[in-house]
């Protein structure tokens, strides 16, 4: 069967491949191309200006208003999902507490696991609206509502220039821990319980099992977690284009890249300067992934 | 699961997957583009008529040649396309087959096709997703609707289409010396408030600033709250009161200025006052929740009688059509005078025609678009248009002495009472970037503590960086 081996495995990527190379790879290309152009969407002719684009990127305070956003973002994002998502995961896999030799969840965690991972089943423009109508101003809204039912003042949580980016970054968080609580709960599950049990008749607390063990068995795949999670802080697009007032307000205090872009090619029919910022994002995520995946090397324990 | 995350395996696929998610805005530009230097133009010379020209046949458009429109389904609905134009066009030209198609996302749809070198014949270039007209006429895309202009009205004996038209019509369809735009429905601008609410209180429109701020405490004492709009997503409506204020007290160079990018134009005094006193209001007689609403959302709230008033075009019935309770009574007030000196009377109106329609001039059947908008803009054309949307179009008089509907009744009174003194902008059209500007400043300066100076400075500083930008075509009225 050998000999054919290669026929049959071409034969099957053949037509991914060339979907992948026309949608994806020939319109990357072209992203390239037209940000050294001022095409304007309309005509099929385009002229080339060289790297002006991206001299005018470089003064553009949109650009870096939504570049600072990216980074709080790349830094809050990673670290609360992970630490909420590790929480539980201990919670739901050793926080019990050991019983005949084996380490258990809290009480109830077989369903917690499945609820956990609900957010993750809605669709992100569904999860948008229902977080619009959670952080509505006036006494519709779900928040605020409560708070009117105690007297308390609204609080303006989208048209707050202070609160708006926070809002949407909960809503990112509430969205992803459900995800890594599972794919915690899976590494955790894979570490052998002998070495649980010879760290508690070491002594050990529940403490220290987690910072002693847990943590350093599961780092593969906490750094996993990190780039995906930072890649999703590169994007952001639907939540801030859904939710936000004034999409990316109030005062483009909550836009992002992907928006800016978006508002270029489609508002301001600006194709050329919109492929420019594509292409900076780009590089920004490809050296983001490339980074943390050296920073964080490091000794895999072997099992 | 382990097996996934193998150290080796994982860091590879990785950095395929980062690139791939990373960059999932980036393959929307190019998708788009992925004509980019397909269809090259091969001039058809299809702007001359291609059949013979007659009473009945003014454009000369070829008898069996067909015809493709998109109309854009928003407030207007589509009704009026295929239940009045489309029958009138066929009736005089029954072998030419007309394909109708209808969107919610006109740029979507359509510019691709401009790309590609096949874009239908007339295009309603409207809705939150409308193409840049301006982008649009700069890759000389749009059709000059001169000859359809100057063709004899359909069905109003010894006019030219242009004749039957309310004046300035088609200046404001015009880029740069040529008519290119029909901006069909004429649109009437003010404060809405429900005519039964104010029966009910005794209350009565305010001509001056002191009636008017008097009448809005009287709001407050009564737990309604007596003005605002939506900030989420329509501080356009906000900003429109804001500089017709400014039009009123200063005059109509105000706005002509600003359309011009004139230096100094946002700093001008009546601009400033008019942004002082409606900064006051959104501080005393608004609700600084409103700036997380969306424009339904505070409508209802209108129709609820839980807001006083509210600033809009007279799309307003329409819209609301199905959320109005019985007996609501839309009217409409012109903005009272800032001024005890203002130069223009209380009645002066912002009023303009919106709403775009262009032919395209790279299409199949360029003559067939422009003989379709001439039924558009015959007489059965506006009076069956104005019948179905509650909205006056273009065409002087088409609909005086029927009764539609309370709304559109009051807002033709204040057009009438107004005369000549109406007055629009189309910066906002132009530049859309100075438009999103001032949509963020208005939002500053009504809700977020904002004042008249730092409005002025700011919209003066974004007039001046569009002035400086070579890419961005300029346009002068």
Redesign the interface.
Known sequence: MKHGRYPFIIGFLIVPVAIYGT??V??????FQ?SFT?????????NYIGFDNFT?LFHDNVFWKAIQHHILLLIFLPLLTIILALFFAFLLNVGGGSKGGRTRGVWGSKVYRVVFFFPQLLALALVAVIFARV????E?GLI?GLLHQFGGD?I????D?NLALWSILAVLVWQAVGFYVV?FS??M??IPTEIYEAAALDGATRGTLFFKVTLPLLW??LQ?AW??LG??A??A?ALVNVMS???G????ATTV??LE???N???????G???AM??V??F???T???LT?RVTRRD?VEL | ??EI?Q?EV??RT??R?????????????????????????DDKASDKPKGTVSATNPLGIKEDEPLEIIIFNGGLGTKYATDVDIPSYNKLFPNSKVTFNQTEEI?TVV?PR??A?SPPDMINNSGS?L??QG??V????VQDLTDLYAAPSVDIAGKTVKDTLIPGTVEQGTFNGKPYVLNYAFTVFGLWYSGKLFKDNGWTVPTTWADFTALLGKMKAKGITPYGYA???A?YYQYTVILASAAKIGGADILKNIDNLEDGAWKNDAVKQAAAAWAEVGAKFS???????KHT?VQLQQNQYKVGLYPSGSWLENEQAKDTPEGFDYQLMPLPSVTTADKLPVTALYAAAGEQYFVASKGKNPRGGMEFLRHMLSKAGAVGFTQLTKTLTVVAGATDGMEISPGLTSGNKALSAAGADTFSFRFDTWY??LD?EL??AT??LM??GGTADKFCDRMQKAADAIKKDS?IEKFKR
């Open positions: 949608f994806v020939a319109a990357y290309l072209q992203a037209l001022n095409w304007r969407g309309f005509s099929p002719d385009v005018k952080y509505s101003p006036d519709s605020n609204p303006l949580f989208l048209a220039k794919l899976a590494g599950g894979s593969n795949t996993v780039v995906y890649i999703a590169f994007d697009f007032v004034d999409r307000g109030p005062d483009g890249l992907g872009i978006f508002r090619m489609q508002d301001y029919a600006q194709f300067y919109a492929s594509g292409v994002l780009f920004l995520t490809i983001f992934a490339a995946l895999a | 699961m382990t995350f150290p994982d860091r990785l950095l997957r980062a690139a791939a998610v990373g960059l999932l805005a980036t393959p929307a530009v190019g998708m788009l583009s992925a004509c980019v230097g397909g269809g090259s133009d740029a510019q401009f790309t070198g997703k193409m840049d982008a649009l700069q890759a000389g895309q900030g989420a997503n501080p609700n600084k929740a409103f700036l997380g609403l959302e859309k970037k999103d949509r963020a939002n500053e809700y977020q890419s």
